[in-house]
T-cell receptor, first 109, second 108 residues
Framework: DVKVTQSSRYLVKRTGEKVFLECVQDMDHENMFWYRQDPGLGLRLIYFSYDVKMKEKGDIPEGYSVSREKKERFSLILESASTNQTSMYLC????????FGPGTRLTVT | KNEVEQSPQNLTAQEGEFITINCSYSVGISALHWLQQHPGGGIVSLFMLSSGKKKHGRLIATINIQEKHSSLHITASHPRDSAVYICAVDTSGSRLTFGEGTQLTVNP
């Protein structure tokens, strides 16, 4: 059974903190994605990666960075968390069909 | 205007009813995806299609490339079908653009 896991289901951080969200997939997929999901706005792409050490900006990359040192792991970094980054963060991997992780609900206070 | 438009935004049905959710898009695509999201956040891929029709159990997805339109049908709906259904189009290299979703509630 295919699996995408995320490091936390719920996370509470303070404004200005550095936040790491980790995503691991066990399907040997080249493509990995980070999305955020907000009411009324749907899913929006933050960053994606087609291969190890490769990254591409999505639609809303401002305030975020990513790291992909190994094929199975794709990390999303909030360098200095702000309250407008409170959201549900979803990771996905794909070769064709996308497989999603369970999501991390991040609250920045 | 969004590149992917879904209708309706909200849908309430009685158990057993036939349900249709529509998706229209305005860009060239290589594939269209239908996704399901239950309360709690998990998203599951239901279908990926680039032409014609696919069926899985009580779910049927169709796409008309010329009209840039897809439909998701649920036959004999059940309360466990209650979820958000999301249409997404693949415009290049697995990069998806999403509709806002349709909240389906099936009452017993």
């Amino acid at each position: 059974d295919v699996k995408v896991t995320q490091s936390s289901r719920y996370l509470v951080k303070r404004t200005g903190e550095k936040v790491f969200l980790e995503c691991v997939q066990d399907m040997d997929h080249e493509n990995m994605f980070w999305y955020r999901q907000d009411p009324g706005l749907g899913l929006r792409l933050i960053y994606f990666s087609y291969d190890v050490k490769m990254k591409e900006k999505g639609d809303i990359p401002e305030g975020y960075s990513v790291s992909r040192e190994k094929k199975e792991r794709f990390s999303l970094i909030l360098e200095s968390a702000s309250t407008n980054q409170t959201s549900m963060y979803l990771c996905a991997s794909s070769r064709a069909e996308q497989y999603f992780g369970p999501g991390t609900r991040l609250t920045v206070t | 205007k969004n590149e992917v438009e879904q209708s309706p935004q909200n849908l309430t049905a009685q158990e057993g009813e036939f349900i249709t959710i529509n998706c229209s898009y305005s860009v060239g695509i290589s594939a269209l995806h239908w996704l399901q999201q239950h309360p709690g956040g998990g998203i599951v891929s239901l279908f990926m299609l680039s032409s014609g029709k696919k069926k899985h159990g009580r779910l049927i997805a169709t796409i008309n490339i010329q009209e840039k339109h897809s439909s998701l049908h649920i036959t004999a709906s059940h309360p466990r079908d209650s979820a958000v259904y999301i249409c997404a189009v693949d415009t290049s290299g697995s990069r998806l653009t999403f509709g806002e979703g349709t909240q389906l509630t099936v009452n017993p």
